[in-house]
């Protein structure tokens, strides 16, 4: 095989002169010959190769001709106060204070004109001072009888109940009580606002009630809680 045109012309010729002697020696000859050739053939090609692909290498005199050079570190204070000198010029620089700067605002303006009040008047409160049991002995006559009661606005005493108008809960003891049909009948028609005894208390009596009327747990007086709290369920009244 004719050597290429591309190779070198060193090698073109070493590789013409190995073919000739090929061609020239005996049959036995090339046989012992030709395997040293072929090693020197491989060692020709590698050498070749590594030759051409090694990269070129700059002159001492031209890497010697560049000179190191330093930069400083930039933490931009230093461009801030060019860029500040570059905008004011010599026009010295004043501090505006925080205070100056702030906005007061204004003050928002009513939609509607204020409303006239009236005039101040002194008002005098009188304190109730908080009612206590009264104890009352009451007359000679005497019944005894069952008790219910009505008037709670406390409901840690128990369930919630009305009271008479005109005689509320007050907080401290309401002595209060509605009649029922026994009691008024044992009194008679001047039951009404009537001050009795129950169970040694003064009590009065403001209302009426129909108590059970006709039934075995009819009740006699129908108390306020305050007075039911201390007498209980069974009672004797006197007046």
Request: hydrophobic share 40%.
């Amino acid at each position: 095989m004719p050597p290429s045109s591309h190779a070198p012309r060193g090698r073109r010729r070493t590789t013409g002169i190995l073919l000739s002697a090929v061609r020239l020696a005996r049959p036995t000859t090339i046989r012992h010959v030709f395997g040293p050739v072929l090693v020197v053939l491989l060692v020709l090609a590698t050498t070749t190769a590594s030759t051409s692909a090694a990269p070129p290498t700059a002159p001492a005199s031209s890497v010697a001709a560049f000179t190191p050079v330093t930069l400083p570190l930039v933490d931009g204070q230093a461009e801030a106060a060019a860029a500040r000198d570059a905008t004011m010029g010599d026009a010295a620089v004043t501090e505006i204070p925080a205070a100056a700067l702030e906005d007061p605002g204004t003050p928002p303006v009513p939609a509607a004109a204020l409303r006239s009040q009236p005039d101040a008047r002194a008002v005098v409160v009188r304190k109730v001072p908080r009612l206590r049991p009264i104890r009352y002995a009451g007359g000679s006559h005497v019944i005894r009888g069952l008790a219910s009661w009505y008037c709670n606005d406390n409901p840690s005493r128990g369930a919630l109940s009305p009271c008479r108008t005109a005689y509320p809960d007050t907080g401290g003891f309401d002595a209060y009580a509605a009649a029922g049909p026994r009691l008024r009948a044992a009194i008679g028609s001047s039951w009404q606002g009537r001050v009795i005894s129950v169970d040694g208390l003064r009590v009065k009596l403001v209302d009426w009630c129909q108590c059970y009327a006709g039934r075995s747990n009819e009740k006699l007086i129908d108390v306020y809680r305050d007075v039911y709290g201390l007498v209980g369920g069974t009672v004797t009244i006197r007046w």
